[in-house]
DNA sequence: ATTCACTTACTTACTAGTCAGTAAGTGTGT
DNA sequence: ACACACTTACTGACTAGTAAGTAAGTGAAT
């Protein structure tokens, strides 16, 4: 995988050699942003291009041009969306120390109020465990990191320092805010997803402080 | 629920009127068997009926012969590994009280054994929140009485009545184990899913009882 | 003049579901 | 005990739909 050039670049259709035109950047975006729609609403598998290609004005053959392959699309997707999380805290800071925990909390909040995203994440987490799925390594690499960086911050936060119980911290973290998105996609009025990312947080801080 | 009215009642070819033959529930069992392993490793919308077929020793006619319809076999698939699930605990004793938490402890260490009876439930599960999917009733009534029942035995060992506390209680720790799974399979060197899932039951109670 | 961003027009590969037919039962009446 | 009427459990062939990918071409911008 990866390197799709200087991210999120155009370039699939064959060797790209002058430079891509103007409106090029915003035809991809809005393929881009129909994918995260029909891949979110029907998973990848059964996610057609014609809809993503309909819902963003061209032909799934115009598409093709863009990305290559339906298995393009889904990498440069998933590649957009992180770019777009990222952008989207403010002067593009990096979020360290304990502001960290406090931007998960608020991240889960906002998503209550995005269905969609919340939605692809779950259908294509899912589906990536699969056999051969082209998102596999995406999210693999994905949650180690995560995992990796919550572990880090919560050192921080609690000054403990007992490695696995970091990472296992970590990862029952993040176990908590996916799984909650599944329960919350099957009946909204039925989880409090911030509540209870919250109550959860507080907890494993004071344990891991008390422990330290 | 249940009927499984000698076992797996076959119907669906029409209305049935005789009895069926003396192999047919053995040979349903096996299509039932191996659509948990093709749906399990490609999940429902890529797992193909001629591959179900195939592992069963039939052609995909035979298959929707028995179950009418792919959609048909789906949900009869579920029921069927809930009646093994429950038909594994001894004697068919239904768990109650304290006993049921260490009966799902004892079901993550299970499960990390089993990892084809994982993938399918995680790649269905979140397969299931897309539009229309024919196992989202079936994801959502489990999910709400795993939900209920889990708060009522918490609420048991506690003392605790905090209803929604309970209910938050029960919703975190099915959202640990679903997450976990997820990880699991990604990385399965990565998490050690029954003693986290241990330490966070334990946290939890402990926690309840304080407040109790 | 050439390249880019597409479209139109296919091709190839599957796949769920239908249908007609067949061999092997099942149950009843005699 | 046996034949008759009927059912079940399939198979094989086919249909109709869908979906990804390809090839050739067209107009606009550089």
Known sequence: MVDTTRAG??????ERVQRPQARTTERREAVLKAALNVFGARGY????????????????????????????????????????????????????????????????????????????YSVLSGESVTDGHPAHDYFQTRTEGLRTKIAGVLGEVSGNTDAQELRDSATSLIAIMDGLQVQWLLDPDAVDMPRIVGRAMDELVERLRAEA
Chains 1, 2 share one sequence.
């Open 9 to 14: 670049a155009p370039k699939p259709a064959a």
């Open 45 to 120: 598998n059964k996610g057609a291009l014609v809809e993503v290609a309909e819902q963003a004005g061209m032909t799934h053959a115009g598409v093709l041009h863009h990305f290559g392959s339906k298995e393009g699309l889904l990498v440069a997707m998933l590649k957009y969306r992180d770019g777009e999380e990222v952008a989207g805290i403010p002067e593009r800071a990096q979020v360290e120390g304990p502001a960290f925990l406090q931007h998960l909390v608020d991240t889960v909040e906002e998503n209550t109020h995005r269905r969609g995203v919340v939605q692809a």
